[in-house]
């Protein structure tokens, strides 16, 4: 009895587009359901002070929403002066997600900055994000490589991401704002193509859950995200 | 000779996409060319405190660019903790633009917050946005007609806006990026459907330039906005 | 094997000792070992405006470090002009962490300010301050149990925190810094006195990581906070 | 029908005093009514990061307001912390005015800082600090060129700058703050010696206004224009 | 052998011209030497939160120098976003200078605010704008009594400040920037007219000072305000 | 008849204990009564950009105080985004103290931080921080001899500091918070341990103050920082 009409283990249809920005190196326009997140991933040729001269690379994310991407329209963070907890939480998230499946030397003394814009929000975003910033940066780095700057392929791995939370006593895969809402727990997982744990992040919202339920829901991640790594490859013509 | 090989009073294919947005009472993607701007108009029942009380409305405007808009990444600026100058200087263009249109005892005790958020970049997104504003900005009150919210049309007039300069030597209407890089003079022309000034600032870029080749930049974003207003009525189907 | 000689399953030194503090209405100072955070709890008949009226309480909490707290100096957050991601991370988690387990109805219109203060950091301080917090918090409710401000006790379980990791891949209880430092993952279990999971954070920091290997850090996150647990009471003298 | 009983035509009393600062290397009092900004130029052997190395120089400016150089005191901008998007628009347009008419080549790797603090403010306090701004920019130069760091004068032509408005449905040139609060119509014009334009602004506050009303307005501060530039002249005794 | 030539115990020519703000209740250019601080005190009838209800008025006090006011320019505060500690550390010395010589009952419930910006800088600039302040202060206090709008006058007393240092081991009374550079010891007295202590600062620069050293600055002071008590009197005509 | 029984010349007890920090060079907990400020000093090898190269070193400190170790919960400045002007005001003269007996040609190109953090605050917390961080900033550079990293002793005096202040009309000595917030005068002095004056700072909180009042508060403290002389050299073992 979810409000979308899904089974429990359905995802929100996804769509991954790339090229989808002029400039950038890489990027995805990504949408589970009505959220939608335009990913870019831009290459510099220079890394932050602390990592210059250690033959190796970085991957960074940034993460945004627009003010009128949400049911009411939300303060800019730019106009407000700062990014809030939430923000900087997700956006530090991303970035270790996608820094989990990289080779930094592989990469060299260059640096991939991921932005994630949340253009429509519908509950998942950071999970959308991180799904569409691997499709961003593979294209990203697919194109260095076609460029001849790169020699080896510097990602290990897929990594995507999905939620899972326990709706109305039942465990459901990919919450909608609605299910998120009123969910009594919330679980974000990140996963590699291999099926290794990248990150976990699990919250009772409105009471403890027990253990039975956390096995459930990462059950339910887990198939979710093979679902991913399929549309991934698709995406990038694989 | 312009780079895109468009005669001098050539607009680029422009583009007014309504209900974007599937949350805010009024949208647009507006693109001139490869500029891109997504325009939101969020009605809030509620005024900013010194305008409380006194029978009337408000409208006001933010504008944004996703960092990687531009050919190379710019800094975030919820990153950087505060909107550039040039941001600010466009925002309250784009407000005063629609103000100057709006009845706003007709608006009532209320508020239209605009978002302008730039995609992609390809010069004139302060007149791109301009256009696409008064497009959402309608559509919203057209909403709030329907709803019975408002009784009258608090709309007096079109609003439009296009850039132009010297190129070259040779005024030109509707600068694109490369055009605008290297013209010895710019301007943006905010004008309404009945002909009248709103706003005009011109700069000599290079050079100081003569008040014959202002008149001939004049001449052509008369001529660019009349195109303008057309496409903006389509747009909302009259 | 581990840098501290203690089993997988071993616990630092753990102590937690009340009333620290000459004027908070609770307080503790807890100690994971080297690691001590300054812990007060902070009554305010007060309410943010957002919750004002609405015949509930509130609990939010505040988490800083002093500069030397660690092995090098770090920035102090008030000169630096901002918290960090990391600190408004930490902070929220121990805020939801605590409202977990407290009948928002029975607190009154009231709130409680939780500041936990690291003097000395070792690994571990946020689990520490979830530990410690739940005790100062018991405490000041406790004191307005005592001043008849409060009929019942809004404390509905307790809660502790304890993180787990896989270092030099085998899975162990409490992590210090040097093994923080080198851990392969790292996890943060957030539990119930009735063993519900309030919340999860789970991390692959060089490589991802397995189910099975995931199982086993939940196990000993639970046979860690039956530990604290039982410390928690033994510190309010039940 | 002037509030100041002056022509449409009529400047206020205007004056500009150099050497009012002891220590700038150019400095200039200019008054035009009862607005009066003090206005330093400020010479430094380094230039901003992003110029470094190019074989040419820069001029900038700051614009601030004492508190109470206006009816009401206003907001100490040091205090709130940020400048508004009013004096944010100012000084890039003060800066930009000024640039237009020096040859950064001739000036060499050196920088003018120009700081324009409004001491007493009744209308027209961005057009006077430009006027006073070239004084003074002019007296630091000629003391670079009497110490012999400067072979040649880098300053192409003089610069100045009007507003002018539709005031009472009359075009007139120089507001002053009466009058400026209730126009239908303002501008700014910044003009060259030789005639040629820098910067056009002109905005209709109450309603559109039309291309007569521009022409005049335009042929207002061209008059306006002749007269400073005789008056800057005799400032610098030329 | 002073580099100004006075003798120790000599001020530098001191004026104080009131009237010099046309919109500020009060006003006063102070100039000590080539020190000159432009003070306006503004009257708000509306009170900070924390005061209102209570029956009493409030002075307070803001400082500012602009940025060219010294040898070499220094950074705009607004541009810079924040006060430095020295512009806080003066401003809150004289709004407590203001404060201890007036009656808050008889100010009634308005607010008397300050604004002391500093035009030119030679060393003295806090002590400069205690005493012109009180000049400026006094002025709009007496107009409000013309005005019939306060009954009695709230001011108690006269305050004045100088500062005083031991220069080349030789005490010495109202520093220029010269002395203060290089001076021991550098000291600033604010002393009401009644021969009290308001406000003692000295601090030992380059070495520890003694007590008859102290002392004999001390006496300095006290000849010094006195001198500038009898011209406060004189520029408010009594 | 002072609130905690004292005598006028009576110190409250004080207590200096090192070695609190596990990873600071050097590190001090002192109490006056119930103030308490944990001090630590930190030794990087490294200066200020406008020192560097310069052959001497440099003392720095900071201040701050936890939320609730005032008697209410006061905003964590951290979380404000800026340290208030008390703040500033405290550091900056916590580090001239220090600076005032160090040889900063013997200390080499290094710097000493140091960090004073009050866990508690009953009056005093300025000296008491001060009297602290000398032990503190001692035993860091005597760790720094007996590593040989320093030849010499850069430390050429002990300072100390206390407060004094009119109480109920009767000068006395080191003023808790019940007595600080009544007083008619408040003074720190800061001397060194040959008996000269390193800084004092002296106010009249509710009325002026006379010099022979002020003379007796001098005498109070001269005895005072003899006592914490004695305190300090026993704390380090000599």
Not at 29 to 58: C, M, N
Not at 152 to 180: H, R
Not at 198 to 221: M, N, P, Y
């Amino acid at each position: 009895m979810r409000p979308s009409d899904r089974t429990p283990e359905q995802l929100r249809p996804v769509t991954l587009e790339i090229g989808v920005n002029r400039y950038a190196e890489g990027s995805c326009l990504v949408s589970f359901g009505h959220t939608k997140v335009l990913v870019t991933a831009s290459v510099e040729e220079s890394l932050p002070p602390w990592l210059r001269g250690k033959g190796q690379g970085w991957v960074t994310a940034e993460y945004g929403m627009l003010p009128r991407a949400t049911h009411t329209r939300g303060r800019r963070e730019a106009a407000a002066g700062k990014q809030s907890g939430r923000t900087q939480e997700i956006q530090r998230l991303i970035g270790r997600s996608l820094r989990a499946v990289v080779d930094m030397k592989a990469l060299g003394e260059r640096q991939v900055l991921i932005d994630c814009d949340v253009i429509q929000a519908d509950g998942g975003t950071r999970t959308a994000a991180i799904t569409g910033a691997w499709v961003a940066m593979a294209s990203a780095l697919n194109y260095l490589k076609d460029e001849g700057v790169l020699k080896t392929d510097p990602i290990l791995d897929q990594v995507a991401a999905v939620s899972c939370g326990v709706f109305m006593d039942t465990p459901v895969l990919d919450l909608d704002y609605e299910e998120d809402s009123n969910a009594e727990a919330d679980s974000n997982f990140v996963l590699t193509g291999s099926g290794d744990i990248v990150e976990i992040q699990a919250t009772g919202e409105k009471r403890g859950f027990s253990r039975a339920e956390f096995d459930r829901l990462f059950g339910l991640a887990e198939s979710g995200c093979a679902e991913l790594f399929a549309m991934q490859r698709a995406a990038l013509g694989r």
